[in-house]
């Protein structure tokens, strides 16, 4: 499995960005798909993830309400809407895969194949 994640920048408190992962190397929808964040100087954190079948989503309560995770089969990614950032959200982000994973698949330690990472600065 190899993740892509692109999509990063720079965007001021209050404004919108959506960051994508491109999924290549097996079959995308018989995988779990999560989102974590790494800011400077902290351990890397679950944001958000969605099921296999795309059923479901969870989110960390942070983000709750302001980010959307989604998934498109015919392109084989799955994205991250970002809305009312705030400073606070500044890190790098990556994606995450888990074979059959659910939307319950919120730690570190349960993927096994994880993107470069995209960087995305909110400015106050």
């Known amino acids: 499995v190899q993740l892509q994640a692109s999509g990063g920048g720079l965007v001021q408190a209050g404004g919108s960005l959506r960051v994508s992962c491109a999924f290549s190397?097996?079959?995308?929808?018989?995988?779990?798909m999560g989102w974590f964040r790494q800011a400077p100087g902290k351990e890397r954190e679950f944001v958000g993830a969605i099921a296999w079948s795309g059923g479901s989503t969870s989110y960390a309560d942070s983000v709750k309400g302001r980010f959307t995770i989604s998934r498109d089969s015919a392109k084989n990614t799955v994205y991250l809407q970002m809305n009312s950032l705030k400073p606070e959200d500044t890190a790098v982000y990556y994606c995450?895969?888990?074979?059959?994973?659910?939307?319950?698949?919120?730690?570190?330690?349960?993927?096994?194949?994880w993107g470069q990472g995209t960087l995305v600065t909110v400015s106050s």
């Open positions: 190397g097996r079959t995308f929808s018989s995988y779990g």
């Open positions: 995450a895969a888990r074979p059959r994973g659910g939307s319950d698949d919120t730690t570190v330690g349960q993927y096994g194949y």
